[in-house]
């Protein structure tokens, strides 16, 4: 008699130890609209993970979609390196006429490799360039990505062995909260920064999430914020904002720098600039810190031409009005809501619940916990993450186009793997 293979045999023979979604979710999907996927048998899951951040609106989003299909059926260009083509200044004249000039910010934009770390470099390397010094500050629980100048910045002990190499000309500060609000703000930031003989070097810049998504959703308050950007001009630090998850209006804004009415000297951007979770990536900045010679940064896949498109039609469709994120904001109200209740009714157990507009987190005083609701989530047809330094945060990312309805399926089925796994 013979047994049919598993449907994730190929998977689990083939491709490297290294996989790790498909392993919390063993499902072959095939495909997805809007605010679900679907397995090959057919079977739905609701989406509150939204492409760690790279969905904001809903997986192959009809009318990104359309725009996508036009332009392949016209043979637009697809890969261009940095050439100058229709797709690129289309997107260029956007960003600028719907999300730098009505914000007032003045940033010129450039185009990395297409990945959120591939931003994260260049910003490094610019800040590096442009003060010429080499050490940059980052924070407790920070994430900024896998290749080596990131993982140098980034705080997960775990990420971080994996480089294999010292890490080095990073240096971590607390991040808000981290002191339980015991001692002020960057007291032991400044103290460095201003006593000769404290060790270290004076930096070049600063990186910050506003709030930290694989930290486990630590949400900055807008007034440590405004000191770090104080902070940063008194100490001639250039201040790097990584919007890269929290951007793109995930907090409700577009940048989630705006409420704190902060201007970053640099912004990092990808996961949802396309809109389509097509890779695309951007690095802002200053006009007077664009000192790069030309070349002197490239990659082969700095224009993505599919993603420009995509990209345009996305800001053209969400962010020429400011409906985008009165909607986020209420969405995440709602979330809010939900959480509260998931919490008072497991007062023993104490999960705490922070988030901003449509990111949110719920720890576990039990670590294995947030791993077991998120399984058990999955049973249930959610697809949920954990995040934060072991793994004690559920985070929701739910894609922002997700409907009022399919944000309470999606939390009433959250509520019930709490409940079941107490
Ligand atoms: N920065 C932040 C804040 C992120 O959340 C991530 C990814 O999760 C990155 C950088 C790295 O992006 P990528 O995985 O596309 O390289």
Request: proline residues 5%; hydrophobic residues 40%; glycine residues 10%.
């Amino acid at each position: 008699m013979t047994t049919a293979p598993s449907p994730l045999s190929v998977f689990d023979s083939l491709e490297s130890e290294v996989r790790s979604y498909c392993r919390g979710w063993p499902a072959v999907f095939d495909r997805a609209q809007g605010s679900r996927m679907y397995d090959e048998d057919g079977r739905a899951y609701l989406d509150f993970f939204a492409g760690a951040g790279a969905l904001n609106y809903g997986h192959n989003n009809p009318v990104l979609k359309r725009a996508l299909i036009d332009y392949i059926e016209r043979d637009g260009i697809t890969h261009g390196l940095d050439m100058a083509t229709t797709a690129k200044r289309a997107f260029l004249e956007s960003f600028q006429n719907i999300v730098l000039r009505p914000r007032d910010l003045p940033y010129k934009v450039m185009f990395p490799g297409p990945t959120g770390t591939n931003a994260v470099e260049a910003a490094l390397k610019l800040a590096r360039k442009v003060k010429g010094r080499e050490a940059i500050v980052s924070f407790t629980n920070a994430f900024h990505g896998m290749s080596l100048g990131s993982l140098a910045v980034t705080g997960n002990a775990f990420k971080r062995a994996g480089a294999g190499i010292p890490l080095v000309h990073g240096t971590p500060m607390p991040y808000d909260n981290y002191l339980g609000g015991r001692l002020p703000d960057f007291l032991w930031f400044e103290r460095l920064l201003e006593d000769q003989g404290s060790g270290l070097n004076k930096p070049a810049a600063v990186i910050v999430e506003t709030v930290q998504g694989e930290g486990g959703i630590n949400v900055a308050r807008p007034e440590w914020l405004r000191a770090l950007a104080d902070l940063c001009k008194r100490q001639d630090m250039l201040l790097i904002v990584d919007d890269i998850q929290m951007g793109c209006g995930r907090t409700g804004a577009f940048f989630s720098f705006e409420e704190a009415g902060i201007t970053p000297d640099i912004v990092t951007l990808s996961k949802s600039i396309s809109g389509y979770g097509l890779p695309m990536s951007l690095c802002l900045f200053t006009p007077e810190l664009d000192v790069w010679e030309p070349g002197e940064h490239n990659g082969t896949f700095r224009g993505n031409n599919p993603a420009f498109v995509t990209a345009t039609a996305t800001l053209d469709t969400y962010w020429a009005d400011g409906q985008m994120e009165k909607q986020t904001i209420a969405r995440g109200e709602q979330v809010e809501r939900a959480l509260r209740d998931i919490a008072a009714a497991h007062q023993d157990a104490g999960p705490q619940l922070r988030g901003r507009g449509l990111a949110w987190g719920l720890e576990f005083a039990d670590v294995n916990r947030a791993g077991s609701v998120a399984r058990r989530a999955f049973e249930r047809g959610l697809l949920v993450e954990t995040s934060g330094p072991q793994g004690e945060v559920v985070k929701l990312l739910p894609p922002l186009t997700i409907s009022a309805e399919e944000l309470d399926e999606g939390l009433e089925i959250l509520a019930l793997a709490v409940r079941e796994t107490s």
